[in-house]
């Protein structure tokens, strides 16, 4: 059934599938192959599934607990009592934009994945590839990367980012001795520019209500002209 459903879809939407699943594969791969690494994927996550099928069960039934058999919200007083999962038995990583200069990636990694990696005698850890991709491209086209070294028990991390009036991915990599498992593909951000294009004296009545009301005078950092570093005193 899976096998077939995958027959059905095109080469592109094979590759996006693989893609959004954190499969490595190269342009040059045959549609027999894709189709092959995906099968093997899905059953391995069915396999998984099954292993914590309690952990899932009692995941599932918390998000519905915010709703009544009736339809309606809990009460202030129920909703003291729900507790969220720890993690959601997924890979993801997801990554969002603070400001121009920083930006906040958090991850999850399901339950059996961290069993493997601790158990493991190969293991060298967890790294952050941060890459600098076209802003138009549908497929992922690199124009510069660096990597974040991190910890197995680490699930966050603010990212400085080097340049603006790009786009940003991160991918989440698992390290095996000299081999390299790519765990996760976070969303694609665009960094706007540091700077205003304008001063106040030539903004028009509209842009000068706008800056207003950002506050930025108030942050004692000049916003003109210049895309170097700045920071902020409390």
């Not at 009736?70 to 009592?81: F, I, K, R, S, V």
């Not at 038995?89 to 200069?101: A, G």
């Not at 989440?172 to 969303?187: F, K, P, T, W």
């Amino acid at each position: 059934m899976i096998r077939r459903r995958l027959e059905e879809l095109s080469l592109q939407a094979l590759f996006a599938l693989a893609e959004q699943n954190g499969l490595d594969l190269g342009p040059d791969t045959d549609r027999g192959s894709v189709i092959e690494e995906l099968e093997d994927l899905i059953a391995e996550n069915q396999e998984d599934r099954e292993q914590n099928n309690s952990v899932t069960v009692r995941i599932q039934q918390k998000k519905f607990t915010l709703i009544n058999d009736d339809d309606t919200p809990l009460t202030g007083e129920q909703l003291d009592g729900f507790e969220l999962p720890d993690d959601y038995e997924i890979n993801k990583i997801t990554l969002m934009l603070r400001d121009p200069r920083w930006a906040f990636a958090y991850w999850d990694l399901s339950s059996a994945k961290k069993r493997e990696y601790s158990e493991s005698s190969r293991f060298d850890g967890i790294s952050l590839r941060v890459i600098e991709v076209e802003r138009e491209k549908q497929e992922i086209v690199i124009r510069d990367s660096f990597e974040i070294p991190v910890q197995l028990s680490d699930s966050s991390w603010y990212i400085h980012i080097p340049r603006q009036k790009t786009s940003y991915r991160i991918q989440l990599i698992g390290l095996i001795q000299h081999r390299r498992e790519l765990l996760a593909v976070s969303n694609r951000i665009y960094v706007p520019a540091a700077h205003l294009p304008v001063t106040p004296e030539a903004m028009t009545p509209r842009q000068m209500a706008l800056f207003e009301l950002c506050g930025m005078e108030y942050l004692e950092v000049s916003p003109f002209g210049s895309d170097a570093a700045q920071s902020t005193q409390e």
